[in-house]
């Protein structure tokens, strides 16, 4: 059973950067589409990018040209560089995996969730 574990979160200025984490256990993530998401409170989940099993990537209207999302299979880890934070990019960022494969950035296409990383823009 696949399980996914996020991390690097924090609190971080406007216009700083941060790169999290979705670390694997469990099953390969090539085998999956692994999405990256966010949500306020409040507010639906909205996917951000994802990286199919062949390594496709998609980065969502919103973030493009600020957001990156790349994989490094030795170490069963997806990652998301986010560059020239805004505060309206505050929000918990999730990563979930897709074993259909679909590609899609429809929350409900994901089966396996992590559980989390908080991340804060404010000066």
């Known amino acids: 059973q696949l399980q996914l574990v996020e991390s690097g979160g924090g609190l971080v200025q406007p216009g700083e950067s941060l790169r999290l984490s979705c670390v694997g256990s469990g099953a390969s993530l090539t085998s999956y589409t692994i999405g990256w998401f966010r949500q306020v409170p409040g507010k639906e989940r909205d996917g951000i990018s994802y990286v199919r099993s062949s390594g496709d990537t998609t980065v969502a209207h919103s973030v493009r040209g600020r957001f990156t999302i790349s994989r490094d299979t030795a170490k069963n880890t997806v990652y998301l560089q986010m560059n020239s934070l805004l505060p309206e990019d505050t929000a918990v960022y999730y990563c979930?995996?897709?074993?259909?494969?679909?590609?899609?950035?429809?929350?409900?296409?994901?089966?396996?969730w992590g559980q989390g990383t908080q991340v804060t823009v404010s000066s």
């Open positions: 979930a995996a897709d074993r259909q494969d679909y590609g899609l950035f429809t929350p409900h296409a994901y089966s396996n």
